[in-house]
């Protein structure tokens, strides 16, 4: 089992920045996927970022890319995604999600967070 626990989100104004936490107590959290979801309100839970066990396997959907960063600390059991250039479009819950395999889609992720608000302002 692999518990998750998200922090960071808010209110801010377009433009703004926001940087969300996803921290795990699992030992071997350093050998999962780690992804970020979001979801607006009355659709669907989409993929915003991804990464792997090492940086350099970091991908974005693409109305982010430019703008967001994922990234992991293995030794503090993390993963970062630093939100710039915020939009309202951004607006929605997100989610960190972990699995074993480098999956894109939420049926790929067996492990999830209880979500954290971003809202946006225009």
């Known amino acids: 089992q692999v518990q998750l626990e998200e922090s960071g989100g808010g209110l801010v104004q377009t433009g703004g920045s926001l940087r969300l936490s996803c921290v795990s107590s699992?030992?071997?959290?350093?050998?999962?996927?780690v992804a970020w979801f979001r979801q607006a309100p009355g659709k669907e839970r989409k993929l915003v970022a991804r990464?792997?066990?090492?940086?350099?396997?970091?991908v974005y959907t693409d109305s982010v890319k430019g703008r967001f960063t994922i990234s992991r600390d293995n030794g503090a059991n993390a993963v970062y995604l630093q939100m710039n250039d915020l939009k309202p479009e951004d607006t929605g819950v997100y989610y960190c999600?972990?699995?074993?395999?480098?999956?894109?889609?939420?049926?790929?992720?067996?492990?999830w967070g209880q979500g954290t608000q971003v809202t946006v302002s225009a």
């Open positions: 699992k030992r071997t959290f350093s050998s999962y996927s």
């Open positions: 999600a972990a699995s074993l395999r480098d999956g894109v889609v939420r049926a790929d992720y067996a492990y």
């Open positions: 990464i792997g066990w090492s940086q350099t396997s970091a």
